[in-house]
């Protein structure tokens, strides 16, 4: 053997597993895409520096990937992120987080103002969360916020600060005479992704039901719907 045929072979490899890369990244299977990347890498370390893949390959993948999983306008992770994502993680639990009469803000401040909205609250509601957990926009003024369980109790009182921020957040900065508001369903951590997408969903009609600008929970005997008041303290509504 001679001393070309090992590089040629190593060569012929680290193409092969960089077409496979391409091909799964364009399907979305990122996960697939980045083992063939690392193996291309791993191959390419004994090839002549000229041979290696360029740096710029590999940022632009990483890139690739983190614009297919994040959403574009808020800036948190997107449905598709969360769907993948989700099924695998416990225990954790999941809150529904709808911004309450969105569209009245559409409709009288403009979409511009709407959108600006959007990004504020994802960034308030990113900020709010524990090492551990994430935040996704579900779609359009709704969000899912992923929390890693520790209490039923301490959970909520995370959500409900969340509540809190977006409440307190001064809103007139972005427009006179603008107000914004959310509720939450907070799902128990048991159960598969759907289970608790559901019953999060269930909950945020509760909650929405209840006069909006609250959280509804449901954790067996602490079950409730909780509001704080502005200058009040924690209440529990029947």
């Not at 002549?48 to 360029?54: E, S």
């Not at 969340?162 to 409440?167: H, K, N, S, T, W």
Request: proline share 5%; charged share 25%.
């Amino acid at each position: 053997m001679t001393p070309a045929e090992p590089v040629f072979d190593t060569a012929a490899l680290v193409a092969a597993h960089e077409s496979l890369a391409d091909a799964f990244a364009e399907q979305g299977d990122w996960r697939s895409a980045y083992e063939h990347l690392r193996s291309a890498l791993g191959h390419a370390q004994s090839l002549p520096v000229a041979a290696r893949i360029p740096e710029q390959y590999r940022r632009e993948v990483e890139q690739l990937r983190y614009e297919s999983l994040t959403d574009e306008l808020t800036g948190v992770y997107n449905r598709r992120y969360l769907d993948r994502t989700l099924p695998w993680l416990e225990p954790v639990a999941v809150a529904l987080v709808d911004l309450d009469e969105f569209k009245g803000v559409n409709d009288r401040f403009g979409h511009e103002v709407g959108d600006r909205v959007l990004r504020q609250v994802a960034r308030i509601l990113r900020r709010s969360l524990p090492q551990g957990g994430f935040c996704a926009r579900y779609g359009g003024e709704e969000f899912v916020l992923v929390v890693p369980e520790t209490s039923p109790r301490t959970v909520a009182a995370i959500v409900e600060r969340a509540r809190m921020r977006v409440e307190q957040f001064p809103w007139r900065t972005v427009r006179q005479g603008l107000a914004v508001t959310i509720s939450v369903g907070v799902s128990p951590a048991d159960g598969d992704a759907d289970i608790r997408l559901r019953i999060a969903d269930e909950l945020l009609y509760q909650a929405k039901r209840r006069g909006r600008n609250s959280v509804a929970c449901d954790h067996g005997p602490e079950s409730g719907v909780m509001r704080t008041l502005s200058g009040g303290t924690p209440r529990r509504h029947s």
